[in-house]
């Protein structure tokens, strides 16, 4: 019953198959000309990470996303990964341009998608007004994340951090605020709100998901790379799920628990509003 339930929510849940939205095969020669997830790089990254993630991969995905939500405890330790995660790939970014002043970072960091602020208040919320102390120290898993992100920032190809913007954004903007509306439904009033504990799930210059990420396709696209670079940033934004994978094993948590608080919540709402 357990892998039944799990399974039948992988397919909402892992990032990028909910970003996989597309009308035409990758060889194919139609295409849909106002849909920039049908073609270049963006219908590269859908598919190249689709196709080599197994049932079990997206299993251990799912079934992790809900040990998240299994305690504010473990709620919390993940949030703080995130932390972690957005902090050095920041760093990266910026040593970046710094050194390079790569013109396919900058256009893809758009101000509305950055989450550290929001991050920043949930830790506070967590941990309280001494949180950069009192925070806890990253996890393995999180340290070997952030070791990939460091590499890849003090490396001769700044393109693979594209990889990493692809697959961080545009999962925290699909999945994130499922995540968080199922937080509250499982966990209550400990996981805090917007303002608090909940702010990284919160994208609130984005007024109009479809229209922006549509957006944010498009100048992917647009970045000026041949074909060797496009292979490089496939892989390493599967490299990115894996180790998004690592750091939800390490959570404690029952997500079947989790899994059947939030099914029942929702059916609540649905019959008493």
């Known amino acids: 019953m357990r892998a039944a339930l799990l399974l039948a929510t992988a397919a909402a849940l892992a990032p990028t198959q909910r970003m996989r939205r597309r009308t035409a095969p990758l060889q194919s020669s139609v295409v849909d000309a106002a849909n920039p997830r049908s073609v270049g790089l963006a219908l590269e990254l859908d598919d190249g990470t689709r196709k080599v993630h197994s049932v079990a991969e997206n299993t251990q995905f799912v079934t992790g996303f809900f040990?998240?939500?299994g305690s504010s405890d473990a709620?919390?330790?993940l949030s703080t990964s995130f932390y972690y995660v957005y902090?050095?790939?920041?760093?990266?970014?910026?040593r970046q341009m710094d050194e390079?002043?790569?013109p396919m970072l900058k256009a893809l960091d758009y101000p509305a998608l950055r989450r550290l602020p929001g991050l920043e208040r949930d830790m506070e919320f967590y941990y309280g007004a001494d949180w950069r102390t009192a925070k806890p120290?990253?996890?393995?898993?999180t340290l070997a994340y952030v070791k990939q992100i460091e590499a890849v920032g003090a490396g001769p190809e700044p393109e693979l951090l594209v990889g990493h913007l692809y697959s961080r954004y545009l999962g925290d903007l699909f999945g994130g605020q499922m995540m968080s509306g199922m937080a509250v439904k499982s966990l209550g009033d400990s996981v805090g709100d917007e303002a608090g504990g909940l702010s990284f799930y919160a994208f609130d210059a984005i007024p109009n998901t479809k229209a922006f990420i549509t957006e944010w396709?498009?100048?992917l696209n647009g970045l000026d790379?041949?074909?060797a670079q496009r292979a490089a940033i496939v892989d390493e934004a599967n490299v990115v799920f894996r180790l998004n994978i690592a750091i939800f094993d390490e959570l404690e948590g029952n997500p079947l628990k989790s899994f059947l608080s939030v099914a029942l919540n929702s059916l609540k709402e649905k019959l008493f509003g």
């Open 100 to 102: 390079t002043t790569s």
């Open 137 to 141: 120290r990253p996890s393995a898993a």
């Open 225 to 227: 790379l041949d074909d």
């Open 87 to 94: 902090d050095s790939v920041y760093e990266a970014m910026e």
């Open 75 to 77: 709620f919390a330790a």
């Open 217 to 219: 396709y498009e100048t």
């Open 67 to 69: 040990r998240g939500l």
